[in-house]
């Protein structure tokens, strides 16, 4: 290693001034989506790296990007370069080979990293920019590094079949949708509060976008973990107060229903003594999303209530709302995939978000189902396994 090398320092969380350059907003990672879709589409291996390249360089703001590839060394896939960017050469081939090893690094504004492959790293991802890298641009970069893996993978194998890959892309689209809306609507309350001079609200939409953003990076994370075990979800299970947990959930969707001018209104009530949860955070994550945003969707200016209570050996989270109810002959429809009942008409949406919820449940040794439902309103409940008290 030359001797302007330094390993990779993450700097402290970018303050409000630094929120565009944070890597929070919907366009970079509409950019990032864009390679996932490439990595499973394209069968020329010669046609995506470079393609990963370019967005990689209007996602980060970036001078340059080089992808190279390992074969008995390092090679040289993919390159391309800004318009704007200043004269400069290729990463340093030794700063490439101690990348290969593993070891992320900075060097001559090149921030090389390993692009993951089994047993070793299959290449590097090398990005060239001035300035500091903050934690949320490095964390864009490691899953561009593995959707590059996947997609070079993909390429030599031979492109997934057509219902696989419109399978995959739909999941894809549908999980992403709701935290990318969410941080559109932090960035409008934080341009409209600056605006009013009113930095308290500002900091708030702030800490909302920075929430999505870092849910819709796991997001992508385990989805990768997904491809990467045949589809079967891997789970990194914990104690979860489930009462604090649904709290952080609602404020988003509070703070949408106010920007939209809906009224509609959240609470949370947790029934004393409730033991914690035994699950994955992400996931779980991901199924409260889906229940929060359904009855957001048909209940608009009415009541959603998140009630949690122990049930048996589970932790029961149903969540209610004063929508139209659902008809008794879509009570298990709207559970398959693509399944919709028939009062979501005009609604968004392509159907896949109770699908997945209930799976979920189920890996988790649990279940999602419709508890009550009228044309007062509906309740879906969730019910897993508590925690040990050891885990707890």
């Not at 290693?1 to 970079?28: L, Q």
């Amino acid at each position: 290693m030359n001797g302007s090398s330094s390993h990779f320092d993450v700097v402290a969380p970018p303050s409000a001034a630094e929120g565009t350059r944070a890597g929070v907003d919907a366009g970079r990672l509409a950019l990032l989506s864009e390679i996932g879709r490439a990595a499973t589409g394209l069968v020329d291996r010669l046609a995506f790296p470079p393609l990963a390249a370019q967005n990689i360089v209007a996602m980060v703001d970036a001078e340059a990007c080089e992808i190279w590839l390992d074969e008995d060394g390092p090679v040289l896939a993919a390159t391309f370069r800004a318009a704007s960017a200043e004269p400069g050469g290729s990463a340093a081939l030794e700063d490439l080979e101690t990348a290969l090893g593993g070891e992320p690094l900075l060097a001559d504004l090149w921030l090389c990293l390993p692009i993951p492959g089994d047993p070793k790293p299959s290449g590097v991802l090398a990005v060239r920019r001035r300035g500091a890298w903050l934690d949320e641009e490095r964390s864009l970069l490691e899953i561009a590094a593995s959707l590059i893996d996947l997609g070079v993978e993909m390429a030599s194998a031979g492109r997934l079949d057509d219902k696989a890959r419109d399978e995959f892309l739909a999941l894809i689209g549908h999980d992403l949708r709701s935290p990318l809306s969410m941080v559109r609507v932090g960035a409008q309350l934080a341009s409209r509060n600056l605006d009013a001079g009113d930095l308290e609200s500002v900091q708030q939409a702030l800490r909302i976008i920075e929430a999505q953003s870092s849910r819709l990076v796991a997001r992508l994370e385990a989805l990768l973990d997904a491809v990467a075990a045949d589809g079967r979800l891997l789970m990194r299970l914990e104690a979860i107060d489930m009462g604090d947990f649904a709290a952080s959930m609602v404020e988003p969707f509070r703070l949408a229903a106010l920007e939209s001018g809906a009224d509609t209104r959240f609470s949370v009530e947790l029934q004393p003594g409730t033991p914690r949860a035994r699950g994955d955070r992400i996931q779980l994550g991901q199924v409260l999303e889906h229940l929060l945003d359904n009855a957001a969707k048909y209940a608009a200016g009415g009541r959603v209530t998140v009630k949690i209570e122990a049930v048996g050996g589970n932790v029961q989270l149903s969540v209610c709302d004063t929508g139209p109810g659902i008809a008794p002959e879509d009570v298990e429809r709207v559970f398959a995939p693509f399944g919709r009942g028939r009062s979501s008409a005009g609604k968004e949406g392509y159907g896949l978000g109770l699908y997945l919820a209930r799976n979920i449940a189920a890996a988790h040794g649990g279940r999602l189902w419709i508890s009550r439902t009228s044309r007062s309103g509906t309740c879906m409940s969730l019910a897993i396994p508590a925690a040990s008290e050891d885990e707890a």
